[in-house]
C-alpha cells in the first residue's frame, strides 16, 4: 500500500510560480512511475507530467516549457515546478503513483487546489 499526500497549492497571480510536493509512504517509490493530474472545475481529469522510473520526462503542449516535474526516491518525493502559470492553469492537482510490476495497482493522493488569478 502506498499513500500519497500532495502540497504546495495555493493562489498566485497569472505569470507566477508555484512548486507542487508529493510525498509517498512504502519502500516501492523507487519501482514506480509517478505523474501530475489536473481536475479543473466541471472538465475530465488530465495528465500534466510524466516522469518514468529511469527519469524520463512528458509533457503535454499545454504545458510544455512552463512545467517541471522531478523526483528523488532518497526522500520517496515528486516534484512539479510551474512557471509562468495562466488561469486556465486553475485546477486541483493530483499526484499519481503506478507500480512498474503490475499497471493495475495505482495510487491517488487527496489533490492539492491551485488557482491562478488574471
Known amino acids: 500500500q502506498v499513500q500519497l499526500v500532495e502540497s504546495g497549492g495555493g493562489l498566485v497571480q497569472a505569470g507566477g510560480s508555484l512548486r507542487l510536493s508529493c510525498a509517498a509512504s512504502g519502500s516501492a517509490f523507487s519501482f514506480m512511475n509517478m505523474y501530475w493530474y489536473r481536475q479543473a472545475s466541471g472538465k475530465q481529469r488530465e495528465l500534466v507530467a510524466t516522469?518514468?522510473?529511469?527519469?524520463?520526462?512528458n509533457y503535454p503542449d499545454s504545458v510544455k516549457g512552463r512545467f517541471t516535474i522531478s523526483r528523488d526516491n532518497a526522500k520517496n518525493t515528486v516534484s512539479l515546478q510551474m512557471i509562468a502559470l495562466k488561469p486556465e492553469d486553475t485546477a486541483v492537482y493530483y499526484c499519481n503513483a503506478k507500480a512498474t510490476w503490475d499497471p493495475n495497482l495505482l495510487y491517488w493522493g487527496q489533490g492539492t487546489q491551485v488557482t491562478v488569478s488574471s
Open positions: 516522469i518514468t522510473v529511469a527519469g524520463n520526462t
